[in-house]
């Protein structure tokens, strides 16, 4: 089944990098997405990456993706305060609408 | 960039009324318009997918005739919760996809954060 799973909190020093974790469903044609979503928001999208890649980086934040693991990582460096926020990791598999939305990881950044 | 609007983006209403939340593609016309809801620190669910003119496609284990959409327009499509209860107290936020731009551009509104009381 479809299934997008991912850690609940992860509390860091502002300053320091942020790593965010997600586990996806076997599919052989995929995008993944990284959402930000502040209380009471709307999401955001940050980045995606499709699954023939292993990386892609967009200024502060770095995407990996171990395939063989089906294991995406969101790294934010030098988190800030204004980074504290839920992070989604979200599937689709090629040629289709349906976004499958991991959990959510609450990010909070200690000043 | 591609903007989509919610309206209201907070509504409190009694047991038993039905309540009309719109979804708006601003700058572009979206051919599939999207309805999740989202319950305190939880996840988004998938709760059905409209394309204009058509019926609505309800995930399994939404009522559709609680959850009334009506997708009129390439830029408006409206979410009726019909004789609301407290149960449906939930952020309801939509998405949409851009007609030329392929299933990778789909893009999220605010949200509306619904209260039953």
């Known amino acids: 089944g479809e299934d997008v799973e991912q850690s609940l909190f992860l509390s860091v020093r502002e300053g320091d990098s942020s790593v965010i974790n997600c586990t996806y469903t076997d599919s052989s044609s995929t995008y993944l997405y990284w959402y930000k979503q502040e209380p009471g928001a709307g999401l955001q999208l940050l980045t995606y990456i499709f699954s023939n890649m292993d990386m892609k980086q967009d200024q502060r934040l770095t995407v990996l993706l171990n395939k063989k693991d089906k294991h995406l990582s969101l790294r934010i460096a030098d988190t800030q305060t204004g980074d504290s926020a839920i992070y989604f990791c979200a599937e689709r598999t090629s040629g289709t609408y349906k976004y499958i939305f991991g959990t959510g990881t609450r990010l909070k950044v200690l000043a | 960039g591609a903007v989509v609007s919610q309206h209201p983006s907070w509504v409190i209403c009694k047991s038993g009324t039905s309540v009309k939340i719109e979804c708006r593609s601003l700058?572009?016309?979206?051919?599939?318009m999207f309805w999740y809801r989202q319950f305190p620190k939880q996840s988004l669910m998938l709760m059905a997918t409209?394309?204009?003119?058509?019926?609505?496609?309800?995930e399994q284990g939404v009522e559709k005739d609680k959850f009334l959409i009506n997708h009129a327009s390439l830029t408006l499509s409206t979410l009726t919760v019909t004789s609301a209860h407290p149960e449906d107290s939930s952020f309801y936020i939509c998405?949409?996809?851009?007609?030329?731009?392929?299933?990778?551009?789909?893009?999220f509104g605010p949200g509306t954060r619904l209260t039953v009381l």
């Open positions: 409209s394309n204009e003119g058509s019926k609505a496609t309800y």
């Open positions: 700058d572009f016309q979206a051919t599939t």
């Open positions: 998405s949409a996809t851009e007609l030329a731009g392929g299933p990778d551009t789909q893009y």
